[in-house]
């Protein structure tokens, strides 16, 4: 039988591993759990969302490809063609570590961060330190970058990326986007790609990132948003909210919640090839009809 390891978090420590069979795994995927309304129902989907992603990170999904992660479709595409439909350059594919760069991402947060030499950047959700890897080069060595992600295997995988790699102005957080580990007013630039979606409270998220950016700094993301209602059984299927498209929210809603957060200069931009991007990852499924992919940005 199949085994999961899944490491609980309690404050930013692992405390205890979490050993799952596949029955177990199943039941994380009825659409009863799939509800994420209660407090345990919140925490089950983020035990989920971790498995998941743990599996990615660790090279060891089910199926032999990451179907229920961001970006990836069955079988899944080469992660190079991938990175280019996102609008990364073949310069910056060769640039990062091997295997920081996993194809979850949807789309390409530095069209829209213009990063500064010197800056702090903060990336929500880094996974394999992909887009850190990016930032890193950017920023120089005056400037510094933060990734923060809740999967302590991607955690762990970013951070021997970065030490094979000899980066020195990089480092990983083990941490959720709604309890940042980053102290107030610290950070230039926050940058995400593919993330915010999954989260069950992004209001906190917003606030979260409100927190720690200096006045004046930005927010500059990229992320999946719903432009209709998905149907019952794409909603409820928990492996759609790691999927990143089960959890994604109206353009209007995010808007809202940035302004509440605190944020002005408010912008959603479409991303021009969402819908080939969308087509490509649950093909069959025509998510591309309910979600798309959009540059999120605003300034603190
Ligand atoms: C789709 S992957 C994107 C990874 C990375 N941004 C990239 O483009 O390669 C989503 C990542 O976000 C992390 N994640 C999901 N929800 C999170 C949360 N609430 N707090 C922190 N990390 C989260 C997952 O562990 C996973 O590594």
């Known amino acids: 039988m199949g085994q999961g390891n899944l490491k609980t978090l309690v404050g930013y420590e692992v405390k205890e591993e979490i050993t799952m069979n596949q029955t177990e795994e199943a039941k994380l995927n009825t659409p ?25 990170a660790q090279g060891t999904t089910q199926t032999g490809c990451c179907a229920t992660g961001c970006g990836c479709s069955e079988p899944q595409g080469d992660i190079t063609d991938v990175s280019r439909q996102l609008g990364y350059q073949d310069t910056d594919l060769e640039a990062i570590p ?53 999967t302590p295997e991607m955690v762990s995988k970013a951070r021997l990326n970065a030490e094979k790699s000899g980066n020195t102005n990089v480092e990983f957080r083990l941490g959720e986007i709604e309890n940042l580990p ?5 950070v230039n630039v926050i940058i995400s790609n593919c993330v915010v979606n999954m989260s069950m409270d992004k209001q906190r998220v917003f606030k979260e990132a409100y ?18 209602e998905l149907p019952a059984e794409l909603k ?41 991007i969308l087509q490509s990852w649950q093909p069959g499924t025509q998510i591309e009809n309910y979600v798309a992919s959009y540059y999120i940005e605003a300034v603190k």
Do not use: W
């Open 211 to 228: 927190r720690v950016l200096k006045k004046g700094g930005k927010f500059a993301i990229s992320d999946i948003v719903a432009t209709a």
């Open 98 to 150: 091997d295997g920081a760069n996993m194809g979850l991402g949807c789309g390409n947060p530095f069209a829209i961060a213009n990063l500064q030499q010197g800056d702090v950047v903060l990336d929500l959700g880094s996974g394999g330190g992909f887009d850190c890897f990016l930032a890193s080069r950017q920023v120089g060595e005056e400037g510094h970058v933060i990734g923060v992600d809740m």
């Open 236 to 276: 409820e299927d928990l492996r759609g909210l790691s999927g990143c498209y089960a959890g994604a929210e109206y353009v209007g809603v995010i808007e809202q919640m940035l302004q509440t957060a605190g944020f002005t200069k408010v912008s959603l931009t479409p991303k021009d090839n969402s819908k080939e």
């Open 182 to 186: 980053v102290a107030d007013e610290s």
């Open 32 to 56: 009863e759990l799939a509800k994420t309304n209660t407090p345990e129902q919140k925490e089950k989907a983020r035990k989920h969302i971790r498995l998941n992603y743990a599996k990615i």
